[in-house]
């Protein structure tokens, strides 16, 4: 049973959450730089500040490093509590990205794709020690190459753990975990979502566990809706990092935590009672089953998003724990 279960499951998560890891600090040194000027200059309404989140989430593939970069630049007083709504709404939307991707099974093409990304690594990096200027734009595309093929690299780690985590799909039905949880669930969805959220909070990624899931589902071992609660459960379990970030801090970013949590928590209790609604929709766009739970949870965030989106524009939210004026950074 270790052999056949702890082991594998525990190395496909972290090798997952090591390819997450990756991918986020490649695209994060890339774009990073740039991401305070561009948050204090596109979040002047909610509506703005949603489009540029999910962007930037889409692009850094972590909604947690946006929401804990918000949190740091409202304790540092460089963003306004009131301009941190939009942000929270689209790192929701904007995470999605990465599991809508693994839905499209690129598994055959990961290791290919590990062993160009590291060729174009090491190039990137042999032409760097050649380029005469460090400011030409010769350099600067070659550092582009650098975090591109960093960032493919930490992509095909995640596809390789999910390939890996399958293995253990036997294994589960076999030891009767599965089982258990699925006679639990079949009296309430409730048990899928709180072992999301557990799960989450435990590993830091609702990735790594939606991507746990996806497989689960995909093998035939988790029936799609349990699937679904616990996608549902994980984006609840996400927020223990915010929450993290925002102890000792400002008011301002205890507020930024406490919205993000209410956020997630709030749709959680309002589509929980509809799984079955959402995987007869997310069935609509694909038979595949682990694409549906992919689908299942763009829904959901774009869904509660939205809802949400109208509530930033209350006056009250003006100067709600926010740093007396706005600073720029220099």
Known sequence: MLRELIIPLTLGLSLFMFG???????????????????????????????????????????????????????????????????????????TCLTTELIAFNFAEIALPL??????????????????????????????????????AAGFSLILLAIRWMQSVSPALQEAGILDWLINRASDSLLWGAAAGAALTALVHSSAAVIGMTMTLVGSGAMPVELGIAMVIGSNVGTCVTALIASLGGTRAGSFVAWSHILLNVGGAALFLPFVSVLHTVSSWFTGDLSAQIAHSQTIFNVICSVLALPLCYLPVWQGRGSPPPLKHAS
């Open 20 to 94: 997450m890891k990756i991918m986020e600090s490649a695209l994060h040194a890339w774009a990073g730089p740039m991401l305070t000027k561009l948050l204090n200059a596109s979040t002047t309404t909610p509506l703005k500040g949603m489009l540029l989140s999910t962007l930037v989430t889409a692009v850094l593939q972590s909604s947690t490093a946006v929401t804990v970069m918000t949190i740091g630049l409202v304790n540092a007083g460089l963003l306004t509590y009131a301009r941190t709504l939009g942000i929270i709404l689209g790192g929701n939307i904007g």
């Open 114 to 151: 590990l062993i160009i990304s590291a060729l174009l690594w090491t190039a990137s990096i042999l032409a760097l020690e050649y380029t005469p200027s460090p400011s030409s734009g010769l350099q600067m595309r070659l550092r582009a190459l650098q975090y591109g093929s960093l960032a």
